[in-house]
């Protein structure tokens, strides 16, 4: 078992400056991607998007469920044997799948390309070739993420902060070479993404080997029992898994038949920049899931609610002000990222609805940590069947009447009932007493007065003609509502009282 314990501030900064670069130069290369590619080649990247997520499915849960048994592991609940043992059984099933998803997406290339897809400028041939490269990114792309969960279950997200930063920069602006030297087409911007994957593998591989070596011991023998063991939870995992990815993703299948592959193009840059939202809470996934795990297994029941309250209301004082500007300012915000004004007219009312779903989904993430950490799914599984009963057809309704703005009326509707509702139920079976503290004192007390003041603040600030000026407003706009959603929040305000106390 490791002793050593990796400070939980730290492993926040490094997920937060690398989740930050992440984002960051996802959001500020996707309107150079459009500007090199054109917009039908830019919905080629989101329908890629789209079914690296719908790859995820074929996880079973499995990978979840190696960052807690790997969290177990440095806890002293299993011992090194188990979790390689458990380690070589996925990756033999991870890559039995793998290969045979490759051939899957590549046989079904030309079908997805002259019958899904709505291509009027492409050639279908090229369209081609680019989905048979990625059927071939994907795969790899996903089993680096099996040894990812490996890292952060060992909390060593430092590292994995800095490699995914180095993985990121090679992704978007690597690319940038390519299109310069061979040219900005479809097929050389996946191509170059296939070589990308396969170097993001081998590095994550081989930091995985070094944290879970077996040292002198002798080589263990290979078992499917570790992986029986955890059957019941990762089935859990996986069904809620597969929810998921059916409830964030349905809309975007749905839409990529429909709309054309230019207005796919657009609906897609207003998702990147939707999915900011879901990026701030991103590292605190990380770096609670294993950390409140362990906690609950040492039952240390006050270091769990002081770390259940403290990161609600630090999400919170990012997420809310992050919401009330890509809401009330949505299409300024477009019009200075793009710089066109037929984009950003276009693709604000899919930003700020989405925002708004995105915003609940970030904040209602905490009775799934809760239910985690203690081991027990089951009313996670109750709450994503309702979703998915509600949002699969209505999605259809919307796509079908509204097109992606009705998608995301119904993803902003219903996202905010299940926020709104669904996390007094978990609370009042595994976190007794404590819900209406949580909910008033940890989320409201600090998204109200933001939302409010980002509403105030779009009826009387005057809004320049230029892109850039646009951005400094929008910039000192972000200041004011994160700076009232910090003074907002005790946590925040004792942390800050702290530290200046400290240069005392």
Avoid at 93 to 112: D, N, R, T
Avoid at 186 to 198: G, R, S
Wanted: charged share 10%; aromatic share 12%.
């Amino acid at each position: 078992m490791s002793s050593a314990n990796p400070s939980i501030k730290r492993n926040l900064f490094a997920n937060y400056v690398a989740q930050i670069y992440n984002i960051g130069i996802a959001i500020v290369m996707a309107p150079v991607y459009l500007s090199y590619m054109g917009r039908e080649a830019y919905g080629l990247i989101g329908f890629f998007t789209m079914m690296a997520a719908w790859f995820v499915l074929l996880d079973l849960g499995l990978t979840p469920t190696l960052i807690r048994e790997t969290a177990r592991f440095r806890g002293g609940a299993i011992g090194v044997d188990s979790l390689r043992a458990f380690l070589r059984a996925l990756e033999i099933i991870f890559g039995i799948v793998s290969l045979l998803g490759a051939v899957a997406l590549v046989l079904s290339a030309h079908q997805i390309a002259a019958h899904w897809l709505k291509v009027k400028e492409l050639s279908v041939d090229q369209v081609t070739a680019a989905v048979m490269l990625m059927g071939l990114t994907i795969p790899p792309r996903w089993i680096a993420g099996l040894y990812r969960a490996v890292i952060n279950g060992f909390e060593h997200q430092a590292w994995l902060g800095g490699f995914n930063i180095v993985i990121s920069t090679m992704r978007y602006i690597g690319v940038l070479v390519v299109f310069l030297t061979l040219g900005a087409t479809p097929v050389h911007f996946f191509a170059y993404q296939f070589v990308v994957a396969i170097f993001e593998l081998g590095g994550a591989g081989i930091m995985t080997y070094i944290l879970v070596r077996r040292g002198a011991a002798p080589r263990e023998k290979f078992s499917w029992k570790p992986l029986l063991g955890t059957l019941s939870f990762s089935l859990m995992i996986a069904f809620t898994s597969t929810v998921w990815v059916v409830i964030s993703q349905t809309d975007k299948l749905i839409l990529s038949k429909l709309l054309t592959l230019a207005e796919y193009g657009v609906f897609s840059l207003a998702v990147v920049a939707a999915g900011a939202i879901g990026s701030l809470a991103g590292p605190f996934t990380q770096a609670l899931l294993p950390r409140l795990t362990r906690l609950v297994a040492e039952r240390d029941d006050d270091g769990f609610d002081r770390l259940y309250s403290g990161a609600t209301q630090s999400v919170c004082v990012l997420v809310a002000p992050a919401v009330a500007a890509l809401s009330f300012y949505a299409e300024q915000v477009l019009r200075a990222w793009t710089g066109s004004i037929q984009i950003a007219h276009h693709a604000a009312p899919i930003l700020c609805l989405y925002a708004i779903g995105n915003g609940w989904v970030a904040m209602s993430s905490f009775p799934f940590f809760l239910q985690y950490a203690k081991g027990t799914l089951r009313l996670h599984f109750i709450g994503c069947a309702l979703q998915i009963l509600l949002l699969v057809p209505l999605f259809y309704w919307g796509a079908e009447h509204y097109g992606a703005v009705g998608t995301g009326m119904v993803w902003a509707a219903v996202l905010s009932a299940y926020g709104l509702i669904w996390p007094a139920v978990v609370h009042a079976r595994l976190y007794k007493g404590h819900h209406w503290r949580w909910i008033i004192h940890d989320v409201a007390s600090i998204a109200v007065p933001t939302v409010l003041v980002g509403w105030l603040l779009a009826l009387i600030v005057p809004w320049p003609a230029g892109r850039w000026s646009t951005l400094v407003v929008l910039a000192a706009l972000g200041i004011v509502l994160l700076a009232v959603a910090g003074s907002a929040s005790s946590f925040v305000r004792k942390s800050v009282i702290a530290r200046l106390a400290a240069f005392r």
